[in-house]
């Protein structure tokens, strides 16, 4: 019962405006919107994230939280914000999937009748239940949109008028054990190496947490790397590649080696519409300081534990740069809502962040 209010309560703040919400449930109701643009302003900044990869992760999400769930309460005065122990969906993909990454797709909390599940979709989003064909909010008087107007990071160039869940990146999966585990879990809670506040918070914003936002949002738009780079890279160069986009484009758009176009037509293709290289490929100089810049971020994540190779950037031929970075330059990959700015769309993320509040 408390489930179905929430739910009940999520899909009304999605359905409504605040000015409607407001007038149907009292002046604390606040829409879906209103937290989305507070999180995606926040964490969009060309500068700086204001949300993540820093000492504010924690305190942020949980007074994030706490403003949604005093307007939850405007529609249902009963409810509190739950929390998903996501350590219980790794444990079940092990004991009844055999270890599969499908098997945490099998767990409850993707049924019909809680988040919904898109794993069935091509078009990656959920087609069945309370949230199916869940609709992007669009910007208005300012604030971080997409190149198509819709409230989506600048680097996310997604033209789906739906919520984007894709689950893997380009078909690629990172393995489960990067799903939090209990033993992550309680390593981060009790572990010495802990105890101080700075090691402590600097740590929770990722392997606590932050795979749940990769699982579930993932990249489109991408599949086939390995054919669409026409054999310039293997297929542990493509799954690297897949793997790799879990920061790359965001943060090359913040260090300015890719734009985002300002405006795509909404009936502009998607294939037209995608990050835009800042220098040519053709200009041997730039071309290899970009692609000094990717072994960089590859080597980067690899020493995070993530499951990301480099060798094959090193391998490249300079001869092959070019040709490479053609390709690179002109895909139109774009991420989930879970893994951009815009994440509070999903209603999937609203429990994450109270487990990590609870574990604190």
Same mark, same amino acid.
């Given at each position: 019962?408390?489930?179905?209010?929430?739910?009940?309560?999520?899909?009304?703040?999605?359905?409504?405006?605040?000015?409607?919400?407001?007038?149907?449930?009292?002046?604390?109701?606040?829409?879906?919107? @209103?937290?989305?643009?507070?999180?995606?302003?926040?964490?969009?900044?060309?500068?700086?994230?204001?949300?993540?990869?820093?000492? /504010?992760?924690?305190?942020?999400?949980?007074?994030?939280?706490?403003?949604?769930?005093?307007?939850?309460?405007?529609? &249902?005065?009963?409810?509190?914000?739950?929390?998903?122990?996501?350590?219980?969906?790794?444990?079940?993909?092990?004991?009844?999937?055999?270890?599969?990454?499908?098997?945490?797709?099998?767990?409850?909390?993707?049924?019909?009748?809680?988040?919904?599940? $898109?794993?069935? +979709?091509?078009?990656?989003?959920?087609?069945?239940?309370?949230?199916?064909?869940?609709?992007?909010?669009?910007?208005?008087?300012?604030?971080?949109?997409?190149?198509? /107007?819709?409230?989506?990071?600048?680097?996310?160039?997604?033209?789906?008028?739906?919520?984007?869940?894709?689950?893997?990146?380009?078909?690629?999966?990172?393995?489960?054990?990067?799903?939090? *585990?209990? $033993?992550?879990?309680?390593?981060?809670?009790?572990?010495?190496?802990?105890?101080?506040?700075?090691?402590?918070?600097?740590? &929770? /914003?990722? +392997?606590?947490?932050?795979?749940?936002?990769?699982? !579930?949002?993932?990249? !489109?738009?991408?599949?086939?790397?390995?054919?669409?780079?026409?054999?310039?890279?293997?297929?542990?160069?493509?799954? +690297?590649?897949?793997?790799? #986009?879990?920061?790359?484009?965001?943060?090359?758009?913040?260090?300015?080696?890719?734009?985002?176009? *300002?405006?795509?037509?909404?009936?502009?293709?998607?294939?037209?519409? @995608?990050?835009?290289?800042?220098?040519?490929?053709?200009?041997?100089?730039?071309?290899?300081?970009?692609?000094?810049?990717?072994? @960089?971020? &590859?080597? #980067?994540?690899?020493?995070?534990?993530?499951?990301?190779?480099?060798?094959?950037?090193?391998?490249?031929?300079?001869?092959?740069?070019?040709?490479?970075?053609?390709?690179?330059?002109?895909?139109?990959?774009?991420?989930?809502?879970?893994?951009?700015?815009?994440?509070?769309?999903? !209603? +999937?993320?609203?429990?994450?962040?109270?487990?990590?509040?609870?574990?604190?």
């Amino acid at each position: 019962e408390d489930r179905a209010r929430f739910f009940d309560a999520f899909a009304a703040m999605h359905g409504n405006s605040t000015s409607a919400g407001r007038a149907a449930y009292g002046d604390a109701f606040k829409s879906l919107d @209103h937290f989305v643009r507070i999180h995606l302003n926040l964490a969009a900044g060309r500068d700086v994230d204001q949300l993540h990869d820093g000492m /504010g992760f924690l305190t942020q999400h949980v007074a994030l939280s706490n403003a949604f769930e005093k307007a939850l309460q405007a529609v &249902a005065p009963r409810l509190a914000l739950p929390y998903w122990d996501v350590t219980e969906d790794s444990t079940l993909a092990v004991t009844r999937h055999g270890g599969d990454v499908a098997g945490l797709w099998a767990s409850e909390v993707w049924r019909d009748d809680w988040f919904g599940n $898109a794993t069935g +979709s091509a078009a990656h989003v959920v087609e069945r239940g309370r949230f199916a064909y869940q609709t992007v909010g669009r910007g208005a008087g300012g604030g971080a949109t997409n190149p198509y /107007g819709l409230l989506r990071a600048p680097w996310n160039v997604n033209k789906s008028p739906y919520l984007t869940r894709a689950h893997t990146f380009c078909g690629e999966s990172f393995s489960l054990s990067m799903w939090p *585990s209990c $033993a992550a879990h309680y390593n981060f809670t009790f572990h010495p190496a802990y105890d101080a506040w700075y090691d402590y918070v600097w740590a &929770a /914003g990722y +392997s606590p947490h932050g795979p749940v936002h990769y699982f !579930v949002g993932g990249y !489109v738009n991408c599949a086939g790397l390995e054919e669409r780079f026409g054999g310039l890279i293997d297929a542990d160069g493509a799954r +690297s590649l897949a793997l790799l #986009l879990l920061g790359v484009p965001k943060n090359l758009w913040r260090d300015g080696y890719v734009e985002s176009p *300002s405006y795509c037509a909404a009936d502009a293709e998607q294939t037209s519409c @995608h990050l835009v290289c800042a220098g040519e490929p053709s200009d041997a100089t730039w071309a290899a300081e970009m692609m000094v810049i990717l072994l @960089h971020y &590859a080597e #980067l994540f690899s020493k995070t534990g993530l499951d990301i190779k480099y060798e094959w950037l090193e391998r490249m031929a300079p001869s092959n740069y070019t040709a490479f970075l053609d390709v690179f330059c002109t895909m139109a990959w774009a991420p989930g809502e879970q893994m951009e700015a815009a994440s509070p769309a999903d !209603v +999937s993320f609203w429990p994450i962040h109270p487990t990590m509040e609870r574990l604190w």
